[in-house]
């Protein structure tokens, strides 16, 4: 049999066995899919398809680590460009004299060398720098993969440059000379010229080789990719195109009564659950930049996903099903979770962990499972409507000692309706700085109110926590006081009130514009409603992750910070990138169990690397306890103020600020 009939042949057993290798394993991942929870991503069609383009071919997530993000540029952009050759290669072996030209072979041998300069990169990475991320993950797998590509991209080379040579042995045709526009099969050409390799038996097999190493090796790649890592190859794209697009800060739509939100096992999770679990890279970006996992737990959210993947993959194979939650993924690891939504804003994925985390914790409430301190947190929203398990009535105690007595929204008509929040109405380190709010307000003569011991705690954490049940209780007691006021607008100094009412009483139907406090006094400045002087000290603010990260409210409390007259100077992780204070998901009603180094110390330690930096500004009342605790843990009360936006714009305003507020920063 002729060469050419041996290579055509093996290229269709090849691409038929391994079409059929492929197609197996989709249709599994697929029948695992079909028996999912539904869930709709199919709105917003034109955003998703121009956010897949910019995820994809921009690679805007993943260049955030620039190393990273160009390797896989390389790669990712050479197999795009590097299909060229294999319809060329095809065709040429089936359509004798076949060629894809000058032109575009120039191309394939420009990014033949891209590949091979991002596969020394990656290997580089892999072997000398070693990023702590990586931990965990498939080593050996992603050898493989880069071997495999390796082989890949020299075939192409290979096999091109003996093709002159080879094109009468082989093919029947004569072929003209390579020109000097396709570098690297003209350069490696005369180089088997020069080696004496020209003869009709040696070029007939060194074409056979380069062939076997671009063409047949692409088939066994085909085979070998559904049961790796490298799956997210094929489901990377379809991941991100069916990203959620409902607002950041929402948790769960409203799900189905009889199924609640606890994830018990495989069935409880939707198809884009299952989608995310084959789609992990095993890059370890979230784990970086999970708070939990720099303070020494044992959460890591890429080990989360993995584990998942894991127990999947046995239970589809016969084994016997195991619990996911407290089983698969063990309790130490899902209390852990702070939900800041790092490791889905560093997924370039977009791998949903936050919610699977919650559903998994919902599961262990369901059997008691739960932190005691935690748990009793629960009881006093249950019965008291606060965290603080005071009586309803305490709510507004605060308010005493003002000069002008606080509306009640309830009774009388206000322009703008301040939902306070548990830790700015009843915690006594904060009354101080809720009572300056109110005279900030009162001193641009805000016609505003409160709910008075109508409010209760929004349920943003009771439903993070993984209790959906109360939280619907607190967000219907809330909602139904919402409904006896008379507002404009409501505005909140808790970005976690800000969040429920922002983006979870939606399911509710509730839909009146809500605004962190920042943002409305931006407002009330550019209105002329106060008179600033410039403070001139130099400061740092962290982003809230409620805020920033879930809310994308970054620029408002900037503004105000540049309003007032001080030097902002930026933490190197700041923005959508900020670093969790460690409070968020119920953690600052839990025990610190594994902890090393907590969050807010660690993020004290990056303000204090700035210099001349002197006041660490916040917007969130837990900032103010976490990162006030944190500056004296770390011994550097002399060093760092930690202060509340409110706070500068009292002091710019002339307002004053209480020596006791000052005593305790």
Known sequence: MALRDVLMAATIIMFVA??????????????????SRPTNR??????????????????KRMLKIRYSGVLHLFIFSGFVVLLIDVVGSILQLFVAGFSIGPVLGMIVDIWVCLVLIGVVMAIYQRAVIKPERYHGSDETDGYIILGMITMIVIGIAIHESFYPYAAIPVFGVKSAPIGAMEF??????????????????????????????????????????????????????PNIF?????????????????????????GD????????????TECGRCQAVCPAHAAGQALSPKMIILELREALKKELAGGEPIPLAGGVVSQEELWACTTCGACMEACPVFIEHVPKI??????????????????KVLVGWDRQGNSFGQPLKKRPQWTKGLDVAIKDARREPVDWLWFVGDFASYDPRLQDLTRLVAQLLQRAEVDFGILYDGESNSGNDALRIGEFGLFEALAQKNLAKLEEAQYNMIFTTDPHSLNALKNEYVKYGFDRPVKHYTEAFVDLIEGGKFDLKPLG????????????????????????????GVDLVEMPRHGENSFCCGAGGGRIWMEEVGIKERPADQRIKEALTLEGVTHFVVACPKDVAMFTAAVASTGNEGRLRVVDVAELLAEAAGLGIPDKLVATR
């Open 18 to 35: 391994a079409g059929a290798i492929f197609s197996r394993r989709f249709w599994n991942i697929y029948q695992v899919m079909k028996k």
């Open 42 to 59: 199919s709105d917003r069609l034109g955003e998703r398809l121009t956010s897949t383009f910019i995820q994809v071919f921009a690679h």
């Open 184 to 237: 690297l099969a003209y350069g490696l050409s005369h180089l088997w010229a020069t080696l004496g390799w020209t003869a009709p038996r040696a070029a007939s097999i060194g074409y056979a080789v380069g062939y076997a190493m671009d063409i047949l090796v692409i088939w066994i790649f085909l085979a070998y990719l559904p049961y790796s890592k490298h799956l997210h190859v094929f489901l990377a794209i």
């Open 242 to 266: 069916v990203r959620k697009m409902r607002p950041p800060g929402e948790l769960v739509p409203s799900p189905v009564p009889e199924e609640g939100i606890a994830i018990r096992s495989f």
């Open 269 to 280: 999770l939707s198809w884009k659950d299952v989608m995310d679990l084959y789609t992990c």
């Open 358 to 375: 919650v559903g998994m914790r919902a599961a262990l409430l369901e059997d008691g499972e739960i932190d005691k301190s935690a748990q």
């Open 537 to 564: 000290i130099r400061a740092t603010y962290h982003d809230p992750c409620y805020l920033g990260r879930w809310n994308r409210i970054f620029d408002a409390p900037r503004e105000l910070i540049k309003r007032v």
